[in-house]
């Protein structure tokens, strides 16, 4: 990035740093066992870092999944966390291209994301109501399922999204 900012995949000597960063940017939920769950996922799990001045400030992950029946490869992505230091300076954002540009480069036809509209709208995702998450969302929470189109043209196959062991835990899909 051209403030200073390198975005590179993550390294297993990041973990320490990973395990401070989540729970600054997120001070009410744990996401560590998520975290250590994807980070230790063999396949289909790709993890960004965002580094400055050599310190880790941003991470992002992306889980490779399957839509129920069908053939087609989508993306999950999440979670996402920055630094509170160093937020609103477009590392997110950056997490999030990369995370995207490299779904794409591994066959995802499109990502899906749960978390605020307001936040992922701005990088082109919407409410997504053809592919349903892995389980039941609360009706609060409808308009958080997103997805974006790695290609252009909004895919027209729905089904219901296939998730690897990490993501297969109904706490994370509910408040
Ligand atoms: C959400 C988060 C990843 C954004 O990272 P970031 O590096 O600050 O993001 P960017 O710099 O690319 O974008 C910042 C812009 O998004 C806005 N933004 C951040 N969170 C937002 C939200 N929940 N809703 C709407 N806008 C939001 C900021 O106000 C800022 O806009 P502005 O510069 O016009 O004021 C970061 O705030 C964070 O780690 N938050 C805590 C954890 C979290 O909520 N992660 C997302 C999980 S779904």
Redesign the pocket.
């Known amino acids: 990035m051209s403030n200073g900012i390198d975005i590179r995949a993550s390294l297993p000597t990041d973990r320490e740093a990973l395990e401070v960063l989540y729970p600054a940017?997120?001070p009410d939920e744990d996401l560590i066992p998520l975290l250590r769950a994807l980070l230790d996922e063999e396949d289909g799990v790709f993890s960004f870092v965002a580094i400055s001045d050599g310190k880790l400030v941003?991470h992002i992950a992306l889980t490779m999944c399957g839509i129920a029946g069908r053939s087609e490869k989508v993306g999950l992505l999440?979670?996402?966390?920055?630094?509170?230091h160093?937020?609103?300076?477009?590392?997110?954002?950056?997490?999030?291209q990369e995370g995207l540009d490299h779904l794409k480069s591994e066959g995802a036809t499109q990502a899906h994301?749960?978390?605020?509209p307001?936040?992922?709208g701005?990088f082109g995702f919407e409410p997504d109501s053809n592919v349903s998450p892995p389980y039941d969302l609360p009706q609060e929470w409808k308009t958080a399922w997103q997805s974006i189109s790695l290609h252009g043209v909004k895919p027209d196959f729905d089904g219901t999204l296939s998730v690897p062991k990490p993501w297969r835990q109904p706490t994370l899909w509910a408040p």
Do not use: E, T, W
């Open positions: 940017a997120f941003g999440g979670p996402l966390a920055v630094s509170p160093f937020q609103r300076q477009g590392i997110g954002g950056a997490l999030i994301v749960l978390g605020d307001a936040y992922y701005r």
